[in-house]
């Protein structure tokens, strides 16, 4: 493993092991957009235009990646997003990613779906605090619970993500068969065949799941009853009224994930929240939706002083992260370039991940004469390489 690990050098590198290493259907699930993934694509070639000015004989030394996120101190503005299902990249995954990201500094998110439940992860971690992303689930009880075991597990923020009511489609879940419960195909069970580690891993672990669901929600008690509960239970009448009634019951930090738009970045900040993510759900949800990257700035512009801003979507190096936080964005979060390193090597891979953004990042910030976080701005951007705010409509 030691030895796998010294040759991977990019995110690139851990992408193309964990395609080999995870079954196709996980994998296809995490490397895909939604429809014509048009803007699973924009997210990271917006960031590909961005260009970064060059400074020289700047003292380099002292420097730093650490900042704040919340308010908490992190080794570098990176934390690492909600996703779901991430127990079938690897098992255990949600456990290994809560681990590497706390022996590294960072945030850790455990999404609804996860596999591995809120308790799994506060035990793993020695109650160490993460956050949790909360999905408003029609029944309302079951919301209600939900908050009250990330209050349990220790859980220091909640993070209410906005953008699905409704879910666009991946062409490749459909091909490959990925619902709940994942149908055993020839074609998957021939593709799982070529997977002795992953298949080892999986026989070792009791979390085959979703441990936040199975056993707390009513009515689900199997991998069956399980399938047409999840397909019912995404509110299509969410409202700004939800998010007022989840903030009283939680009565801690909430970041409300999903945010592409001036105005709802607006209204975001009326409802007390003390983050917003700009995301595009990874290019999962709207195709057709601009870039996470290029919606920053009209967001940062507009409510940029109010509300601690965040952006994730495509961002696959310390470069990206550094372009972000030029474009007002004080944090941003990883899916893909986690999971990757899941995928690749369990937890070690997770923390490769994290020291390949980290080294770049300190790196590009240094070759455009800063030192610290906090030095970088627009100023460190060539003007005209990147996105400005959109004209008010
Ligand atoms: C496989 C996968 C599963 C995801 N599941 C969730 C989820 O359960 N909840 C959520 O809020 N976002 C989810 N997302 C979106 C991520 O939180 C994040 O917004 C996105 O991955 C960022 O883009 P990136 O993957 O390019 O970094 C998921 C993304 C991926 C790739």
Redesign the pocket.
Known sequence: MASDLSKITCIEDLRAVAQRRVPRMFYD????GSYTQGT?RA??DDFQRIKLRQRVAVNLSGRSTRSTMLGQEVAMPVAI??????GM?HADGEILGARAAKAFGIPF?L????ICSLEDVAEATDRHPFWF?L?VMRDRSFVENLIERAQAANCSAL?I?L??QILGQRHKDIKNGLSTPPRPTLTNLLNLATKPRWCLGMLGTKRRSFGNIVGHAKGVSDLSSLSSWTAEQFDPQLSWADVEWIKKRWGGKIIL??IMDAEDARLAVDSGADAL?V??????QLDGAPS?IAALPSIACAVGKNIEIWM?????SGQDVLKARALGAQGT???????YGLGAYGQPGVTRALEIIQRELDISMAFCGRTQIDQVDRSILVPGSYPLPFPAA
Request: charged share 15%; aromatic share 8%; glycine share 18%.
């Open positions: 699930y995490a490397d895909s699973y997210n990271e997003a909600p996703t779901g299902l991430t990249q998110t999404s609804t779906m996860g992303q999905y993070q993500t953008d699905l994930k999903g993510v995301s595009n759900h990874g290019g999962r996470s994730d979507g495509g961002i696959r979060l990883i899916g893909r370039s986690f999971l």
